[in-house]
């Protein structure tokens, strides 16, 4: 199982970015996907889910209206755009995949890919 990320880098305050998640090794459309940071003495929160199929997101609060979370099942690929960014937005962020199957939990998590923001 492989999760890869890549996309990150350094934005400026307002700029916009797009990470992609490179997902392989397993069945990529039977998970939901998530993307999760953590910044420096920080907790890893939650950034933005995406169902399987695609057809239902969930967001973190500071995220909404400004990071969007999309997947192309064809592509065994996840991405989070993310515009209007600020300097409290720089964390590494990480690809995660889970599936519950009965009492069972699969949950696969990529090395992270640092995103920065500053003038």
């Known amino acids: 199982v492989q999760l890869v990320e890549s996309g990150g880098g350094l934005v400026q305050p307002g700029g916009s970015l797009r990470v992609s998640c490179a997902a392989s090794?397993?069945?990529?459309?039977?998970?939901?996907m998530s993307w999760y940071r953590q910044a420096p003495g920080k907790e890893r929160e939650l950034v933005a889910t995406?169902?399987?199929?695609?057809?239902?997101?969930k967001y973190g609060d500071s995220m909404k209206g400004r990071f969007t979370i999309s997947r192309d099942n064809a592509k065994n690929t996840v991405y989070l755009q993310m515009n209007s960014l600020k300097p409290e937005d720089t964390a590494v962020y990480y690809c995660?995949?889970?599936?519950?199957?009965?009492?069972?939990?699969?949950?696969?998590w990529g090395q992270g890919t640092q995103v920065t923001v500053s003038s």
């Open positions: 995660n995949a889970f599936r519950r199957v009965g009492r069972d939990d699969y949950d696969y």
């Open positions: 090794g397993f069945t990529f459309s039977s998970y939901a």
């Open positions: 995406i169902s399987s199929a695609g057809d239902s997101t």
